[in-house]
């Protein structure tokens, strides 16, 4: 075989490419590397030349075909190594093989560009493409392994002495940082391991909520940062979930400072690195894209994996990392397509800036006791927590509600108006302002409850504040029914709201019923004429739980 091109070594995995929004196409990710053969049959010279003499006897190619192959994570170097292999079996094919993140190359495809043949670190991508065109690829086999393992820099590896459960790692018993999922492989199958170890309990599910909350607030744009934190030292110090034969690749590249792994003891996932055809090919792309298979899985071929930092299987044991924390991986299932989607939707929501509107009843009876607390210090409680979970850049305002509070017609009254969350008013930022305003709702509640005026009237200040970049909400928390003799009628609140409902402009409204005296059934049908979800709190703990599912469920 010809000579090729050496790769060059970098201080950090290259196929690790920043992406900003959910898929820019980048110009010149990775290196070219091409294979040429001449047809005279001699021997040119240039790097990457195989010549005549090494083809089969018989052999003859005047016209080799270019295969244009994008490859994703460390996998690279081995293709490479397969592609010469082919070459000099004989394939009539020149082999472009560039280093591209699955997500650039899954929305090439979806715009209906994109290579001859697609090797993406994870069929989790597969399917965002063929959910929208079902016949842009077809699927071949894995032909590659490697097991997701959460990174640890060296001075954290030291207070890891045990490998820690997902359920352990969501309540970051083990400080944990994210890069967007929706750019990064590595973290988008944490989640998905995560949703398989912890089941589909509500407890599981308000866990895995509140850690996507804290994750979407702390995420970097890339795995590349990651590396680079870990390179640099940063602090806090921190763990970071990452493809071990990445890891292998940069303890290569870094021998001073190597990175330790573990595997989380409950399961894992698998980079399964599937080798797809793309589009319809030609009688030539496909004969060359199925050489570029078989040498792939020739002995060759899988040797070159394994030197790649990829292990044989699922059975294998064998760790490509120095120190791994847990031992041999087990593998959990993946996730329901339905629930991948869901996971996704989600992590959209939690991370989207947000236009809402607090509504908190302070009628009498909200003083009434509610397990060891009170009605109004559940609103209260829900009104910090929710204030901690939202996104810095949210537009947050707070109106309290009960009976002719704003005059002889309006049953509520405002106490802090929308503002940004960062934006100063008389020395306080609007965080602050709410803070104020929650704390002086608990003191003094009292009157009856106009609740069918004051939903009509949040909803219509939702509307004529409409903010398309954001998700538009009313929150509204109440103890009790109507009481207001003068409001409008159950059955004209509900038409009123059918009919200020705009597609166009969503507005999602939250109801929270604190306690038994709570009229349910009402702030169910609210819910379902305007779009939204209805929830029932009765004790302290379960604040938090509405509070994480209705940020999850907010789009």
Same mark, same amino acid.
């Given at each position: 075989?010809?000579?090729?091109?050496?790769?060059?070594?970098?201080?950090?995995?290259?196929?690790?490419?920043?992406?900003?929004?959910?898929?820019?196409?980048?110009?010149?990710?990775?290196?070219?590397?091409?294979?040429?053969?001449?047809?005279?049959?001699?021997?040119?010279?240039?790097?990457?030349?195989?010549?005549?003499?090494?083809?089969?006897?018989?052999?003859?190619?005047?016209?080799?075909?270019?295969?244009?192959?994008?490859?994703?994570?460390?996998?690279?170097?081995?293709?490479?190594?397969?592609?010469?292999?082919?070459?000099? /079996? =004989? !394939?009539?094919?020149?082999? $472009?093989?560039? #280093? %591209?993140? @699955?997500?650039?190359? +899954?929305?090439?495809? &979806?715009?209906?560009?994109?290579?001859?043949?697609?090797?993406?670190?994870?069929?989790?991508?597969?399917?965002?493409?063929?959910?929208?065109?079902?016949?842009?690829?077809?699927?071949?086999?894995?032909?590659?392994?490697?097991?997701?393992?959460?990174?640890?820099?060296?001075?954290?590896?030291?207070?890891?002495?045990?490998?820690?459960?997902?359920?352990?790692?969501?309540?970051?018993?083990?400080?944990?940082?994210?890069?967007?999922?929706?750019?990064?492989?590595?973290?988008?199958?944490?989640?998905?391991?995560?949703?398989?170890?912890?089941?589909?309990?509500?407890?599981?599910?308000?866990?895995?909520?509140?850690?996507?909350?804290?994750?979407?607030?702390?995420?970097?744009?890339?795995?590349?940062?990651?590396?680079?934190?870990?390179? /640099? =030292? !940063?602090?806090?110090?921190? $763990?970071?979930? #990452? %493809?071990? @034969?990445?890891?292998? +690749?940069?303890?290569? &590249?870094?021998?001073?400072?190597?990175?330790?792994?573990?595997?989380?003891?409950?399961?894992?996932?698998?980079?399964?690195?599937?080798?797809?055809?793309?589009?319809?090919?030609?009688?030539?792309?496909?004969?060359?894209?199925?050489?570029?298979?078989?040498?792939?899985?020739?002995?060759?071929?899988?040797?070159?994996?394994?030197?790649?930092?990829?292990?044989?299987?699922?059975?294998?044991?064998?760790?490509?990392?120095?120190?791994?924390?847990?031992?041999?991986?087990?593998?959990?299932?993946?996730?329901?397509?339905?629930?991948?989607?869901?996971?996704?939707?989600?992590?959209?929501?939690?991370?989207?800036?947000?236009?809402?509107?607090?509504?908190?009843?302070?009628?009498?009876?909200?003083?009434?006791?509610?397990?060891?607390?009170?009605?109004? !210090?559940?609103?209260?409680? $829900?009104?910090?927590?929710?204030?901690?979970?939202?996104?810095?850049?949210?537009?947050?305002?707070?109106?309290?509600?009960?009976?002719?509070?704003?005059?002889?017609?309006?049953?509520?009254?405002?106490?802090?108006?929308?503002?940004?969350?960062?934006?100063?008013?008389?020395?306080?930022?609007?965080?602050?302002?709410?803070?104020?305003?929650?704390?002086?709702?608990?003191?003094?509640?009292?009157?009856?409850?106009?609740?069918?005026?004051?939903?009509?009237?949040?909803?219509?200040?939702?509307?004529?504040?409409?903010?398309?970049?954001?998700?538009?909400?009313?929150?509204?928390?109440?103890?009790?029914?109507?009481?207001?003799?003068?409001?409008?009628?159950?059955?004209?609140?509900?038409?009123?709201?059918?009919?200020?409902?705009?597609?166009?402009?969503?507005?999602?409204?939250?109801?929270?019923?604190?306690?038994?005296?709570?009229? !349910?059934?009402?702030?169910?049908?609210?819910?379902?004429?305007?779009?939204?979800?209805?929830?029932?709190?009765?004790?302290?703990?379960?604040?938090?739980?509405?509070?994480?599912?209705?940020?999850?469920?907010?789009?």
């Amino acid at each position: 075989m010809g000579r090729h091109e050496s790769d060059t070594t970098t201080a950090r995995p290259r196929w690790l490419i920043p992406v900003v929004a959910l898929a820019v196409v980048i110009g010149g990710v990775g290196t070219w590397w091409t294979l040429a053969r001449s047809g005279s049959g001699s021997t040119s010279g240039a790097a990457g030349t195989v010549s005549a003499s090494q083809l089969p006897t018989g052999a003859s190619c005047s016209a080799p075909t270019t295969i244009q192959v994008s490859v994703a994570g460390p996998l690279v170097s081995a293709v490479k190594t397969a592609a010469g292999l082919a070459q000099a /079996s =004989g !394939a009539c094919a020149t082999y $472009a093989v560039t #280093a %591209e993140a @699955a997500p650039v190359t +899954a929305a090439s495809l &979806a715009a209906g560009k994109g290579p001859n043949v697609w090797i993406p670190d994870s069929s989790a991508w597969v399917n965002d493409v063929t959910s929208k065109a079902p016949n842009a690829v077809t699927i071949g086999p894995a032909v590659a392994l490697s097991p997701l393992v959460l990174a640890l820099p060296k001075s954290l590896a030291g207070s890891v002495t045990t490998a820690p459960s997902w359920a352990e790692l969501v309540a970051f018993k083990v400080p944990v940082l994210f890069a967007d999922p929706t750019a990064s492989t590595s973290s988008r199958l944490a989640l998905s391991a995560a949703y398989a170890a912890l089941g589909t309990s509500s407890e599981a599910r308000i866990a895995l909520g509140a850690a996507m909350i804290r994750l979407s607030r702390t995420k970097v744009a890339s795995d590349d940062l990651l590396y680079q934190r870990a390179e /640099s =030292g !940063a602090t806090p110090v921190v $763990a970071f979930p #990452a %493809e071990e @034969a990445a890891i292998a +690749a940069y303890n290569a &590249a870094h021998p001073s400072t190597p990175l330790s792994v573990t595997i989380p003891a409950d399961g894992t996932s698998a980079f399964d690195h599937p080798f797809l055809t793309v589009g319809t090919p030609t009688a030539a792309v496909k004969a060359g894209a199925d050489a570029l298979l078989a040498a792939l899985q020739s002995d060759p071929g899988k040797a070159a994996v394994v030197a790649a930092g990829f292990r044989t299987g699922l059975a294998d044991a064998t760790g490509k990392v120095a120190h791994v924390i847990g031992g041999a991986p087990t593998y959990l299932p993946p996730p329901p397509a339905e629930a991948v989607a869901a996971l996704q939707r989600s992590w959209a929501a939690v991370g989207t800036e947000m236009r809402m509107l607090a509504v908190v009843d302070t009628s009498g009876s909200m003083k009434d006791p509610a397990g060891a607390s009170t009605r109004m !210090a559940l609103a209260h409680q $829900a009104g910090l927590v929710a204030l901690s979970a939202f996104p810095p850049g949210s537009v947050i305002g707070l109106w309290r509600f009960g009976y002719q509070l704003g005059g002889p017609t309006q049953d509520w009254q405002v106490m802090v108006p929308q503002r940004g969350l960062n934006d100063v008013t008389g020395g306080k930022d609007q965080r602050t302002l709410l803070v104020e305003g929650f704390a002086k709702l608990a003191a003094r509640p009292g009157g009856s409850t106009g609740l069918y005026d004051t939903i009509l009237a949040a909803y219509e200040q939702a509307k004529a504040g409409y903010d398309p970049t954001r998700v538009n909400s009313v929150v509204l928390l109440t103890d009790g029914k109507n009481e207001d003799p003068r409001s409008i009628t159950l059955d004209d609140l509900l038409a009123k709201l059918a009919a200020a409902k705009d597609p166009a402009k969503p507005i999602v409204v939250i109801t929270v019923a604190i306690g038994p005296d709570a009229d !349910a059934a009402t702030l169910q049908r609210v819910t379902q004429v305007t779009g939204g979800r209805s929830y029932t709190a009765t004790a302290p703990e379960q604040i938090t739980g509405v509070f994480v599912d209705a940020l999850l469920n907010r789009s």
